[in-house]
């Protein structure tokens, strides 16, 4: 079979059939092109203003220690009211705050606390826009359409945030400047918001006992008793926690400082790099569309992001441009099978009256330890090296991922050993 015929046969086009589906569709590629140009950008005015590992791992911790606080309680929200409000909301936030980043900037007054204070109520609106965006697909297209929906998820993803997005911004930092990259991804929130706001409503699913934070933290609790009964959920939870502390760090301070000051490249050659793994990130959904989900899915989820992982280490050695594109490219494909495969049963296996819960639990325990990643890659990085510290990280983070696959029950739905795929919750 021909691969369009093999594409249309796995139907990846067919949730944007639904008109709430494709809205969201649309907004999102908007906002993600703007991510594509706002990480690239904090890299670059980091390093303009303070040209040291510690500098861009202090913004680090500024924007992911809000996120962290706040996912538990932006997941019970998220399962309690309408959750088109939620990403309106954080939408808007984010946009307030990094357009404030452009105009301060383009001014020539800013300065590293300020990057720090205004990304921090950036990582505010991601807590509460992240499990949101996660547990609103379910109620946009049907069940049967979720894998279709992630695999296809994952190739306009990446195509628009790593690979469009980076490209273009990298040529635009390089001729314009950090503001102009600011007020880009500050205006695609405000179009992202608008796409959202077009979306039908959803009535209620459940009924609410109480408005209070009482509510709201036994909400919390009973999204944290599912997820303890449930081992392939707790596991792998526990794995990216563990993985991350070690590895994210190095990779998101280290591979741009290596970059700026080893291969004396400029943003231009940090965008074709990033760039790289949208090209990675697409090829692996295609595949992952077209050839369907594994049968063994946890065992190929486990597998993909442990190589994964262990690829990061091969930024430590590289010399040259082409060796980075290749290990982006190679990392990234990796990390899109296995995000899919999550993502997807997650929304075939968890009810849905706990699943913002259960991704907001998704989000706070996998990068509940990020911050503390970046606060330890400065120091560590100055006693060993950034070259070092980066296959350090690497290779001891391919480890604790790999190794809780070995944990009983953690491979049941590999067994057929999981209730079947939920449909409305009662």
Request: aromatic residues 8%; contains cysteine.
């Amino acid at each position: 079979m021909s691969l369009p015929r093999r594409l249309a046969s796995a139907r990846l086009l067919q949730p944007l059939r639904h008109r709430d589906y494709a809205l969201l569709v649309g907004g999102s590629v908007v906002s993600l092109f703007g991510d594509g140009f706002f990480f690239l950008a904090l890299t670059w005015q980091v390093y303009a203003i303070s040209n040291v590992p510690t500098a861009l791992a202090f913004v680090g911790v500024a924007g992911t220690v809000p996120m962290v606080l706040f996912l538990l309680i932006a997941g019970a929200l998220s399962d309690r009211y309408d959750r088109r409000k939620l990403l309106i909301s954080a939408d808007l936030v984010r946009a307030a705050a990094i357009g404030a980043m452009a105009v301060l900037s383009a001014t020539g007054l800013i300065q590293l606390w300020h990057i720090a204070v205004l990304y921090a109520f950036v990582g505010l609106g991601n807590a509460f826009f992240n499990p949101a965006s996660s547990s609103i697909v379910p109620e946009l297209v049907p069940n049967e359409q979720l894998p279709a929906a992630n695999a296809f998820a994952g190739m306009y993803r990446p195509f628009i945030a790593r690979m469009v997005g980076p490209a273009v911004a990298g040529i635009v930092v390089a001729v314009a400047g950090p503001p102009l990259a600011f007020a880009i991804d500050a205006a695609s929130f405000l179009v992202s918001a608008a796409a959202v706001f077009a979306i039908r409503a959803r009535p209620m699913r459940r009924p609410v006992a109480g408005h209070g934070i009482r509510q709201t933290l036994t909400e919390v609790r009973d999204g944290l008793r599912y997820v303890r009964s449930v081992p392939w959920i707790w596991a792998t939870l526990l794995a990216a926690m563990f993985s991350l502390l070690v590895f994210m760090g190095p990779m998101e301070v280290l591979v741009p400082y290596l970059i700026k000051n080893r291969l004396l490249l400029g943003p231009d050659s940090l965008g074709l790099i990033f760039a790289a793994g949208g090209i990675g990130s697409i090829v692996a959904s295609v595949a992952t569309g077209v050839l369907g989900m594994p049968a063994r899915r946890v065992t190929v989820m486990y597998a993909a992001w442990t190589l994964g992982v262990a690829l990061i280490a091969a930024f430590g050695v590289m010399t040259a441009l082409w060796q980075a594109l290749l290990i982006c490219f190679a990392l990234q494909a990796m990390f899109q099978v296995g995000t899919i495969i999550w993502e997807t049963m997650l929304q075939q296996l968890v009810p849905r009256n706990l699943l913002g819960r259960v991704s907001s639990l998704d989000w706070l325990v996998s990068t509940g330890l990020v911050p503390v990643s970046f606060l330890l890659t400065g120091p560590v990085a100055a006693v060993f090296g950034p070259e070092a510290t980066i296959i350090g990280g690497g290779l001891l983070g391919a480890a604790l991922m790999g190794m809780l696959l070995l944990l009983p029950g953690v491979r049941d739905p590999d067994r057929g050993m999981v209730a079947p795929p939920v449909g409305e919750p009662a």
